[in-house]
């Protein structure tokens, strides 16, 4: 597998700059140009060299040569601002056949379709979608998605709110449900510094591993619990028993007088059961 053409390419900087590409607000867009944070990032994707990657948001693809200097053996990047093109298909051209490029909405565009038995995901998620993607990846794990790893640059907010464990000041929805499918943990952090144009907050790296035994347990219980962490996290500082009165919260060993935020996943997962009964 050759790397000379994807190495010979200018800078993302200068190739922006050819192309009188900016970084578009209403996208979420904040670029990262920084070798070192894309190549650690594309490195962090376990087993890459022997797994096809899709990356969401790729703009002017610094994380895309990244993973493919990294041995990926296939990108498939999901793009929304066909103003990158240019740039895109350039580092397509010099990829070997390795980059696929999809012009599109990644909330709406059907993975599925791509027919992979398997493969991970590995993207600078944009700020104004990132946990949205999240989720609905994390229901097509619970449906039996081939997907192996997540390895996904979120805001450091919510990069703790993925990783937190009941009874942290972070712990919510996004904690369950993440936890329910998945390992989680936050590989490292990424200053506001390395991004153009530079954001206020800070970032992190989190990477997700479906857990077989978790989903197995979970069943098809996902979007009930999804339902149920919504409503009692909406009003976090209420009692469980204010929020969902007619509940018999004694069939699932708790008084009522709990917050969500003391519920741990498995009592979300118990709580759906009797739900569903």
Sequence with gaps: MSFNAIESLPPVSEMMRDCGLEPKKQFGQNFLFDLNLTGRIARSVPNIESVPVIEVGPGPAGLTRALLMAGAPRVIAIEK?????????????????????????????????????????????????????????????????PIQSLTLMFQREVALRIVAKTGDAQYGRLSVLSSLITDAKILFDVPNTAFVPRPKVQSAVVQLIPNAKKIHMLGNLLPTVEKITAKLFGTRRKMIRGIMPEFDWESVGLAGTERAENLSPDIFVNIAKKVLL
């Design 81 to 145: 601002d066909k103003t990158t093109a240019p740039i895109l298909s350039r580092v397509a051209d010099a990829s070997d056949g390795r980059l696929e490029i999809i012009y599109g909405d990644a909330l709406k565009v059907d993975t599925e379709k791509l027919n992979m038995e398997k493969y991970a995901i590995c993207a600078n998620l944009p700020y104004n979608v990132g946990t949205e993607l999240l989720i609905g990846w994390l229901h097509k794990i619970a449906n039996g998605a």
